[in-house]
T-cell receptor
Framework: GNSVTQMEGPVTLSEEAFLTINCTYT??????LFWYVQYPGEGLQLLLK?????DKGSNKGFEATYRKETTSFHLEKGSVQVSDSAVYFC??????????????FGSGTRLQVQP | EPEVTQTPSHQVTQMGQEVILRCVPI?????FYWYRQILGQKVEFLVS????????KSEIFDDQFSVERPDGSNFTLKIRSTKLEDSAMYFC?????????FGPGTRLTVT
């Protein structure tokens, strides 16, 4: 079955540091890949997505590239801010015949950014 | 911007009671989902719904759970007889093209 593995958290960084959160996946076929963010006390918000190999998703300074050869979708940001403190979830959707399969989530990585 | 809404934001219930969690998906979306997140754990898929029937469900979604679209806008999750382990955040989602839009969640506390 499909699965997503994320690096353990929490990740603690100083403001303006470089961020990488690793995500690898196992899936049959060619999944779509997503990063969702969950701010304290809130629901899940889509941060970025990529639907095919070598696609780069980007939003709010965050980027992730769909790497089929390494089955990875690592999240990066060049300079984090305190307001980026949240839990980040990597997820995949396997859009096979039904086209609307459920999302499979990783365990989430908590990011804490200190001023 | 259209959004998924959920009510209530927090529900406290006693073990054995029935609860109904409500969601209003984005109006032109056709696929709807329920997920749950036990505190501190990963988000888990429960069920998907399309064309007035369940299209996929996980092993978590046993006979205690049911879903319904009672009218043209609401999508509900019913838990017939709640257990302590049902305490979690429940998220509703609906899909447009590729991305699922999530509601803010209902925190269910079973005492």
């Amino acid at each position: 079955g499909n699965s997503v593995t994320q690096m353990e958290g929490p990740v603690t960084l100083s403001e303006e540091a470089f961020l990488t959160i690793n995500c690898t996946y196992t899936a049959t076929g060619y999944p779509s890949l997503f990063w969702y963010v969950q701010y304290p006390g809130e629901g899940l918000q889509l941060l970025l997505k990529a639907t095919k190999a070598d696609d780069k998703g980007s939003n709010k300074g965050f980027e992730a590239t769909y790497r089929k050869e390494t089955t990875s979708f690592h999240l990066e940001k060049g300079s984090v801010q305190v307001s980026d403190s949240a839990v980040y979830f990597c997820a995949l959707s396997d859009p096979r015949d039904t086209g609307r399969r459920a999302l499979t989530f990783g365990s989430g990585t908590r990011l804490q950014v200190q001023p | 911007e259209p959004e998924v809404t959920q009510t209530p934001s927090h529900q406290v219930t006693q073990m054995g009671q029935e609860v109904i969690l409500r969601c209003v998906p984005i109006s032109n979306h056709l696929y709807f989902y329920w997920y749950r997140q036990i505190l501190g754990q990963k988000v888990e898929f429960l069920v998907s719904f399309y064309n007035n029937e369940i299209s996929e469900k996980s092993e978590i979604f046993d006979d205690q759970f049911s879903v319904e679209r009672p009218d043209g806008s609401n999508f509900t999750l019913k838990i017939r007889s709640t257990k302590l382990e049902d305490s979690a955040m429940y998220f509703c989602a609906s899909i447009g093209s590729y991305e699922q839009y999530f509601g803010p969640g209902t925190r269910l506390t079973v005492t």
